[in-house]
């Protein structure tokens, strides 16, 4: 038997296991997941943004991407609705989702803000059916957050020796 799970990748600081025979799509901010059952009308689009700067406030940053990113893409009509958020090595997610319509079709958007660090990591989902619902959530739970690496800081400022202290007698 074959490995039934596909390979973990990493994008920026979020290592994931990408859903299985899903198209991808890379873009410079972005990768993109999309499975879609034409007969059907169905389809569904996990993406997964790299990480922006952020505020310390979670919500904050959660309102954010609502905004910008969320309503770029479709038109939501209601507020998101919230679900309790979780901590996890130093990284707040916060998720909400709300009901779309686009091109005279409905489904619903959801918005997962992962903060820390003074960034934020978002991954947006669109889907018009539930169909999809266990590959979105073993997605969702297979997103590993690693804490940024400290800004780059050039590495030719060694300390001085201890002798080099003034020492005046």
Known sequence: LGNVFAQKETVDLVTFT????WKKQLAESAIQ?????????TYCLIT?????????NSKENFDLAWVSVVKEMVTVSTAPEMQPSAIEDGWEAMSGYATFEKDGVTGVAVLV????????VNV????????YEKDITAFLE?????????????????????QAVNQSS
């Open 18 to 21: 990408p859903p299985k025979v």
């Open 33 to 41: 997941y999309s499975q879609e059952d034409a007969a059907k009308g």
């Open 48 to 56: 997964l943004y790299k990480a922006v700067p952020g505020t310390a």
């Open 113 to 120: 803000t992962s903060s820390g660090f003074e960034k934020m």
């Open 124 to 131: 947006i989902i669109l889907t018009n059916t539930d169909v």
């Open 142 to 162: 297979s997103v590993d957050l690693k804490k940024p690496a400290a800004e780059k800081q050039t590495d030719n400022t060694k300390p001085e020796p201890a």
